[in-house]
């Protein structure tokens, strides 16, 4: 069964920055793809991120373009999200999901496509 925890949540100030480890079990990095989701009370999920080992692919959404950044610890079986210069609109619960990766397709930020999902941490920017 794939288990995916999140952490590193907490509140920081306009420009800040955090680092959220999620950590897999019952799966290899090397097969699946990993994506960060967040979503801000009375809004939808909506993808943020995502990364698949097996090919490099890497996809941002365009407003956390060169401020986000995703990485993978094949060896720690961690996938990270740096996220730098915080704004206030980033405040969400941010929650990373898995699936199979499909050989030939890039990781995407459709929500639908992501069968395990974590419990979330709280991400607050707030002065």
């Known amino acids: 069964q794939a288990q995916l925890v999140e952490s590193g949540g907490g509140l920081v100030q306009p420009g800040g920055s955090l680092k959220l480890p999620c950590a897999v079990s019952?799966?290899?990095?090397?097969?699946?793809?990993i994506g960060w989701f967040r979503q801000a009370p009375g809004k939808g999920r909506e993808g943020v991120s995502c990364?698949?080992?097996?090919?490099?692919?890497?996809d941002y959404k365009n407003s956390v373009k060169g401020r986000f950044t995703i990485s993978a610890d094949t060896a720690k079986n961690t996938v990270y999200l740096q996220m730098n210069n915080l704004k206030p609109e980033d405040t969400a619960v941010y929650s990373c999901?898995?699936?199979?990766?499909?050989?030939?397709?890039?990781?995407?930020?459709?929500?639908?496509?992501?069968?395990?999902w974590g419990q979330g941490t709280q991400v607050t920017v707030s002065s």
């Open positions: 019952g799966f290899t990095l090397d097969y699946y793809v």
């Open positions: 999901a898995t699936h199979v990766g499909i050989s030939g397709e890039q990781c995407g930020l459709g929500p639908y496509d992501y069968d395990y």
């Open positions: 990364i698949k080992n097996s090919d490099g692919s890497i």
